[in-house]
T-cell receptor, first 110, second 113 residues
Framework: DAKTTQPPSMDCAEGRAANLPCNHS???????VYWYRQIHSQGPQYIIH???NNETNEMASLIITEDRKSSTLILPHATLRDTAVYYC???????????FGQGTRLTINP | NAGVTQTPKFQVLKTGQSMTLQCAQD?????MYWYRQDPGMGLRLIYY???????DKGEVPNGYNVSRLNKREFSLRLESAAPSQTSVYFC????????????FGSGTRLTVV
C-alpha cells in the first residue's frame, strides 16, 4: 500500500470549512483513498473514500487531484465536535487490511 | 444496534500474567481485526481474520495469539504480558475486502505493570 503524508496538526475556526490535505505521491492505479477520524480515545470512524472522482456524503467531501498524488478532505462547516485525529489511508481495492498512519490532529476553535 | 462490543474496558495486569480480550460483532461481518494504539500514535494491526476459520498476522503480532471462535467473535490472547504491551486495544469488523465501513469497538485500556 502507498505511503501517505499528512500535517501533524491543524486548527480551524468553528463554522468555517476545514481542509485537510494528504499527499500520496506513490499511489498506484488500483488504490483507493480512505478517510477515517478518531474522536478523543474512541475507535476510528469511517468518513469517506474515493478512487478518481471527487466524492461527497453527509459528513464531508473528498477532492482528489487529477494525477491522484494528493487529496483534500473538506468538512464544510466545522463544529467543535469535529475536533479529532483524521487519518488518510491508501489501500488497494479488495485488499484485506487498513494500515493507519499518524494522522492530522484537527482542532476546531470557538 | 450494539455494533462491536469489547470486554473488558479496562484491565491492569502484572508482568507475566495472561489474559484474553474478547470482541463480538452483531453486523454479520465476515472480517474482524485487532489493533493496538500506543499514546500519541496511530493504530497498528496485530492480527486479522478475513473470514471465519482464518487468521493472519498484521504488523505487530509478536506476543499475541488470536482465535476466531465463530463468525461473531474474535479474541486476542496475551500469554505472558509485558510492560511493552501496555496500550489501548481496538477490535474492528467489516465486510470482507472493503475498506469503508470498518466498525470499531470502544477499546480496551490495558496496563501491564
Amino acid at each position: 500500500d502507498a505511503k501517505t503524508t499528512q500535517p501533524p496538526s491543524m486548527d480551524c475556526a468553528e463554522g468555517r470549512a476545514a481542509n485537510l490535505p494528504c499527499n500520496h505521491s506513490t499511489i498506484s492505479g488500483n488504490e483507493y483513498v480512505y478517510w477515517y477520524r478518531q474522536i478523543h480515545s474512541q475507535g476510528p470512524q469511517y468518513i469517506i473514500h474515493g478512487l478518481k472522482n471527487n466524492e461527497t456524503n453527509e459528513m464531508a467531501s473528498l477532492i482528489i487531484t487529477e494525477d491522484r498524488k494528493s487529496s483534500t478532505l473538506i468538512l464544510p462547516h466545522a463544529t467543535l465536535r469535529d475536533t479529532a485525529v483524521y487519518y488518510c489511508i491508501v489501500r488497494v481495492g479488495g485488499a484485506q487490511k487498513l494500515v493507519f498512519g499518524q494522522g492530522t490532529r484537527l482542532t476546531i476553535n470557538p | 444496534n450494539a455494533g462491536v462490543t469489547q470486554t473488558p474496558k479496562f484491565q491492569v495486569l502484572k508482568t507475566g500474567q495472561s489474559m484474553t480480550l474478547q470482541c463480538a460483532q452483531d453486523m454479520n461481518h465476515n472480517s474482524m481485526y485487532w489493533y493496538r494504539q500506543d499514546p500519541g500514535m496511530g493504530l497498528r494491526l496485530i492480527y486479522y481474520s478475513a473470514s471465519e476459520g482464518t487468521t493472519d498476522k498484521g504488523e505487530v503480532p509478536n506476543g499475541y495469539n488470536v482465535s476466531r471462535l465463530n463468525k461473531r467473535e474474535f479474541s486476542l490472547r496475551l500469554e505472558s504480558a509485558a510492560p511493552s504491551q501496555t496500550s489501548v486495544y481496538f477490535c474492528a469488523s467489516s465486510e470482507a475486502y472493503r475498506g469503508d465501513g470498518y466498525t470499531f469497538g470502544s477499546g480496551t485500556r490495558l496496563t501491564v505493570v
